[in-house]
């Protein structure tokens, strides 16, 4: 089978946006989505990940680990400290290199962002020809000139099982007065 796709996920800005918002992402739900909707065989999409990280955060390293096995190319790059305590984590430039490399190979990319930074890859793919899916964030956290430089536009929460509210369980027994929370039964 020939290859005939690229997704290429921007995790840094999905993660925050939804992060922020009190949700997950469903990375292995979003990869089905994509197969499905474009009518791609697993061996006809390249699925590209793009996360920066720090070598402490262990969650950041599971989730890269997770993405490497669900079927995705993880492309990584440490996150850089500065002496005033900022940081510098940006992986835009890895990304566009990468769809600029494969623009002869495919004939659809789908980009996964909300970041307005893209709208001029989107220009170039566009006028090479490809056409271009954008799957962003919804609730005004993807740039309308990214929507509109897209050949198809979709919001990541309108995509059913992509994204979820992440639950924080009650505890059973209140630990200062051995308790059971409101609204359960008593067991006997």
């Known amino acids: 089978m020939e290859l005939r796709a690229a997704a290429l996920v921007d995790v840094q800005n999905i993660q925050e946006t939804f992060e ?12 089905e989505y994509i197969k499905r909707q474009h009518g ?7 699925l590209l990940a793009f996360i920066p990280y720090r070598r402490d955060d262990e969650r950041r390293m599971r989730l890269i680990d997770a993405l490497s096995f669900m079927g995705f190319r993880v492309i990584t790059k440490p996150v850089r400290e500065h002496a005033d305590g ?3 984590a940006n992986m835009d430039t890895d990304l566009v290199l990468e769809a600029v ?22 220009d170039y793919l566009s006028r090479r020809g490809k056409r ?9 956290s993807t740039s309308v000139e990214l929507i509109r430089a897209s050949d198809y536009y979709q919001n990541l929460d309108e995509i059913q099982g992509v ?6 369980q009650e505890p059973l027994i209140s630990s200062q007065s051995g308790e059971l929370p409101s609204g359960l039964p008593a067991q006997s």
């Open 86 to 88: 900022g940081m510098k």
């Open 40 to 46: 791609l065989d697993e061996r006809e999409v390249k």
């Open 132 to 140: 271009v899916t954008v799957l962003g964030p919804g609730r005004g």
């Open 20 to 31: 922020r918002q009190g949700y997950e992402v469903r990375y292995d739900a979003l990869k």
């Open 163 to 168: 994204i979820l509210a992440r639950f924080v």
């Open 101 to 122: 490399n494969l623009a002869d190979l495919v004939e659809e990319f789908v980009l996964v962002t909300g970041d307005s930074d893209f709208v001029s890859l989107v």
